[in-house]
């Protein structure tokens, strides 16, 4: 079945960077669009990233901070991020989808959160 677990979260001081990783197995990797969100406590879920065929989204609050990348041979999503914020404090999940249904939306429909797949997230704490 289809599995995503994600690693690499943890405590760092602002400014710091962290680098998370999703795991996929079960289904054709290299043909689904991945996404990161994230939920901190309180607040709605948030798309973060997304990527398919090379193409990458980001939500605005994260641009030019974190990037997102895919090695298809290893089967693992990664989220780089950079110059680390608290307000980036949250449970980060990665999430896949076929992409024979999101390979043409948008990029900001990309970070919506219909995805059929989920992880079970890895906590990012950023302390000021």
């Known amino acids: 079945q289809v599995r995503l677990v994600e690693s690499g979260g943890g405590s760092v001081q602002a400014g710091g960077s962290l680098r998370l990783s999703c795991a996929a197995s079960?289904?054709?990797?290299?043909?689904?669009?991945m996404a990161w969100f994230r939920q901190a406590p309180g607040k709605e879920r948030e798309g973060v990233a997304a990527i398919v065929y090379g193409s990458t989204s980001y939500a605005d609050s994260v641009k030019g901070r974190f990037a997102i990348s895919r090695d298809n041979a290893k089967r693992i999503l990664y989220l780089q991020m950079n110059s680390l914020k608290p307000e980036d404090t949250a449970m980060y999940y990665c999430?896949?989808?076929?992409?024979?249904?999101?390979?043409?939306?948008?990029?900001?429909?990309?970070?919506?959160?219909?995805?059929?797949?989920w992880g079970q997230g890895t906590q990012v704490t950023v302390s000021s």
């Open positions: 079960g289904f054709t990797y290299s043909s689904y669009c």
């Open positions: 999430a896949a989808e076929s992409a024979a249904r999101c390979s043409t939306f948008s990029s900001g429909r990309r970070l919506e959160g219909w995805y059929s797949y």
